[in-house]
């Protein structure tokens, strides 16, 4: 999985005609660093048909706070560059995570 920045977010996320997924995350959140195994799974699975990636908030805040991600972990998906969908920390569970990809495929 691809991480991001706020250099290629633009190009990679609101420039997209193509579904994606953005695992927004700290480097200090555990329930973040928890999900990331269930994440790269679901990549493997749907990789073909939705483009992942994650993106570090320490690292931009601003664009973070653009994008409306107010907690952690934040897991989004745009279509068409526009936010369609997203879980927030108690929600963000591989399997609300997946029920959402399903709905949005």
């Given amino acids: 999985m691809l991480e991001i ?6 190009e990679l996320v609101k ?6 997924l953005v695992d927004y ?11 990331v195994p269930h994440i790269e799974e679901l990549g493997k699975i749907y990789g073909d048909r939705i483009e992942f990636y994650k993106f ?5 805040r601003r664009l973070a706070i ?14 068409n560059g526009e936010k369609k969908n997203e879980l927030t920390k108690e929600d963000a569970t ?3 995570i997946e029920k959402m990809i399903l709905k949005s495929l």
Wanted: aromatic fraction near 6%; proline fraction near 4%.
């Fill in 56 to 60: 570090n908030t320490s690292k931009a």
């Fill in 66 to 79: 653009k994008e409306k991600v107010l907690g952690l972990p934040t897991i989004t998906i745009y279509e």
């Fill in 25 to 35: 995350f700290s480097d200090g959140c555990e329930p973040c660093k928890a999900l």
């Fill in 15 to 20: 420039e997209s005609k193509k579904l994606v």
């Fill in 94 to 96: 591989k399997e609300n």
């Fill in 5 to 10: 920045t706020k250099d290629n977010f633009d």
